[in-house]
């Protein structure tokens, strides 16, 4: 089915912010759109505000007339949704055409010029600022993101360019349905490992993703990664890292709250760039994402200036309140390499304040294959609050808890676990200079909460 033949599309898991995106640019395109999520979100909420359909029980009987017609109608799921799902088995059933997201993303890909970015971490981060640059850019963009830009206050951005900038994930080896023009991979520390099985399989996928760049292209991947690369003839090949490769920074000063460095290009350097969301990991990213803009074609202004307004993620290096007596931020971070990096960050911003983090560690299975990895991480900081794991697709696994990285976090320093139930009345009891809410899960719907409850003590 291509995509001038749909005039329906049905989401079976409207509600994960990937899926999100993709549901924004068929209500863009005017088409009818609905969907089953399991829970309502804001996200959710937000999403039938412009105009989705969306229910939340396995219900056939409320699924919309026109998306029961099979000629018209696409229906995309999210790997998460069980095989056993009601709604999953009548689309089956009657011949409906099933797409991953990735593989709508794909078709996507081909229609314009692809600037995807790959990695275990690092990559909604990139994309964003990548799609921001461009976006402002005299070149524009289409973009299908990880996460809410704080530019747009959305997950995408709709443009009649030639370009689509698109967050590439590796989960369930969705990655292999892109086909990009360009592509960064920040990272290729192993996860997904309940989907993997093995380092060396996951090292391959990224190997195989690399072959899909298409020819005149390019390739900008970080320094120093294990996996080796098979890129097509034709395909142009550059490295990166913070102070080295073929693009880097120099000059780089932290002074007062503020992130200014030089950016160090084969093609143009670009002095003086003001980063515009201050954490120091972002000046890395920061270096990607204006590598792939330039080379798509954005000029030295249009890299300062896009980088200087840029704005943020929702739930990344998240500051909520900020000040001398209190800082307050979330953070998605829930792989260890990500853990690491963002409590690096925070410490080297706070270097003489206590920080205490709130982590809602995400998978049994994850939780048992780094649990040493966590702690290691976590054990930068002050003080760890465990919460319980946040299970999302899977059932508990004998012997994994929280535990396993509460009991290997570094002697002398401050822990404790409580429930996730708990933890508004351990924010309303204690005080705080610099509090993290960390991980994946849902944890992140109490911060408002926790928001306003310290807000309250100022």
Same mark, same amino acid.
């Given at each position: 089915?291509?995509?001038?033949?749909?005039?329906?599309?049905?989401?079976?898991?409207?509600?994960?912010?990937?899926?999100?995106?993709?549901?924004?640019?068929?209500?863009?395109?005017?088409?009818?759109?609905?969907?089953?999520?399991?829970?309502?979100?804001?996200?959710?909420?937000?999403?039938?505000?412009?105009?989705?359909?969306?229910?939340?029980?396995?219900?056939?009987?409320?699924?919309?007339?026109?998306?029961?017609?099979?000629?018209?109608?696409?229906?995309?799921?999210?790997?998460?949704?069980?095989?056993?799902?009601?709604?999953?088995?009548?689309?089956?059933?009657?011949?409906?055409?099933?797409?991953?997201?990735?593989?709508?993303?794909?078709?996507?890909?081909?229609?314009?010029?692809?600037?995807?970015?790959?990695?275990?971490?690092?990559?909604?981060?990139?994309?964003?600022?990548?799609?921001?640059?461009?976006?402002?850019?005299?070149?524009?963009?289409?973009?299908?993101?990880?996460?809410?830009?704080?530019?747009?206050?959305?997950?995408?951005?709709?443009?009649?360019?030639?370009?689509?900038?698109?967050?590439?994930?590796?989960?369930?080896?969705?990655?292999?349905?892109?086909?990009?023009?360009?592509?960064?991979?920040?990272?290729?520390?192993?996860?997904?490992?309940?989907?993997?099985?093995?380092?060396?399989?996951?090292?391959?996928?990224?190997?195989?993703?690399?072959?899909?760049?298409?020819?005149?292209?390019?390739?900008?991947?970080?320094? *120093?990664?294990?996996?080796?690369? =098979? #890129?097509?003839? &034709? $395909?142009?090949?550059?490295?990166? @890292?913070?102070?080295? /490769?073929?693009?880097?920074?120099?000059?780089?000063?932290?002074?007062?709250?503020?992130?200014?460095?030089?950016?160090?290009?084969?093609?143009?350097?670009?002095?003086?760039?003001?980063? *515009?969301?201050?954490?120091?990991? =972002? #000046?890395?990213? &920061? $270096?990607?994402?204006?590598?792939? @803009?330039?080379?798509? /074609?954005?000029?030295?202004?249009?890299?300062?200036?896009?980088?200087?307004?840029?704005?943020?993620?929702?739930?990344?290096?998240?500051?909520?309140?900020?000040?001398?007596?209190?800082?307050?931020?979330?953070?998605?971070?829930?792989?260890?390499?990500?853990?690491?990096?963002?409590?690096?960050?925070?410490?080297?911003?706070?270097?003489?304040?206590?920080?205490?983090?709130?982590?809602?560690?995400?998978?049994?299975?994850?939780?048992?294959?780094?649990?040493?990895?966590?702690?290691?991480?976590?054990?930068?900081?002050?003080?760890?609050?465990?919460?319980?794991?946040?299970?999302?697709?899977?059932?508990?696994?004998?012997?994994?808890?929280?535990?396993?990285?509460?009991?290997?976090?570094?002697?002398?320093?401050?822990?404790?676990?409580?429930?996730?139930?708990?933890?508004?009345?351990?924010?309303?009891?204690?005080?705080?200079?610099?509090?993290?809410?960390?991980?994946?899960?849902?944890?992140?719907?109490?911060?408002?909460?926790?928001?306003?409850?310290?807000?309250?003590?100022?």
């Amino acid at each position: 089915m291509e995509i001038k033949d749909i005039k329906a599309v049905y989401f079976v898991g409207a509600g994960g912010i990937g899926m999100s995106a993709i549901a924004r640019y068929f209500i863009k395109k005017g088409l009818v759109v609905a969907g089953y999520d399991k829970t309502p979100s804001t996200l959710t909420q937000q999403l039938e505000k412009e105009g989705m359909l969306i229910h939340y029980t396995e219900d056939v009987d409320a699924i919309p007339n026109a998306c029961k017609q099979p000629a018209s109608c696409l229906v995309i799921y999210t790997p998460a949704i069980p095989e056993n799902h009601q709604e999953m088995q009548y689309f089956r059933n009657n011949g409906f055409e099933i797409q991953k997201r990735a593989q709508v993303l794909g078709t996507l890909t081909r229609e314009h010029k692809g600037l995807c970015v790959a990695g275990t971490h690092g990559k909604t981060t990139t994309s964003t600022m990548c799609a921001h640059i461009m976006h402002q850019s005299h070149l524009d963009c289409n973009a299908f993101l990880g996460g809410i830009s704080k530019n747009y206050g959305t997950n995408y951005i709709l443009s009649e360019s030639d370009f689509v900038v698109i967050e590439a994930d590796e989960f369930d080896r969705s990655f292999h349905w892109l086909s990009p023009y360009m592509t960064v991979i920040t990272s290729t520390d192993p996860d997904h490992l309940d989907i993997y099985g093995t380092k060396e399989a996951y090292l391959e996928s990224f190997r195989h993703y690399s072959e899909l760049i298409q020819p005149g292209g390019a390739l900008i991947i970080h320094r *120093g990664l294990e996996m080796k690369e =098979n #890129i097509p003839a &034709g $395909v142009r090949r550059y490295d990166y @890292a913070l102070n080295e /490769g073929d693009f880097h920074a120099e000059n780089i000063c932290i002074e007062n709250g503020e992130i200014t460095f030089d950016f160090i290009s084969p093609i143009e350097s670009v002095k003086n760039v003001e980063l *515009g969301q201050p954490v120091p990991i =972002n #000046i890395e990213n &920061g $270096v990607a994402a204006m590598a792939m @803009a330039q080379l798509a /074609g954005c000029t030295a202004d249009e890299l300062r200036n896009g980088l200087k307004t840029y704005g943020g993620v929702d739930r990344r290096f998240d500051f909520k309140i900020k000040n001398d007596r209190l800082v307050f931020l979330s953070d998605y971070a829930h792989h260890p390499k990500e853990i690491y990096q963002s409590a690096k960050s925070i410490r080297e911003l706070y270097k003489d304040r206590k920080i205490t983090a709130i982590f809602q560690p995400h998978l049994y299975t994850r939780t048992r294959d780094f649990y040493k990895d966590f702690a290691d991480a976590l054990s930068l900081l002050d003080e760890v609050i465990l919460t319980e794991i946040y299970p999302a697709r899977e059932l508990p696994i004998e012997g994994v808890t929280s535990e396993l990285i509460y009991n290997n976090l570094r002697p002398g320093i401050e822990k404790q676990i409580i429930n996730k139930a708990d933890v508004l009345q351990f924010v309303k009891e204690r005080s705080f200079d610099v509090l993290i809410v960390l991980g994946a899960g849902d944890l992140d719907n109490q911060v408002p909460e926790i928001t306003k409850l310290l807000n309250s003590k100022l």
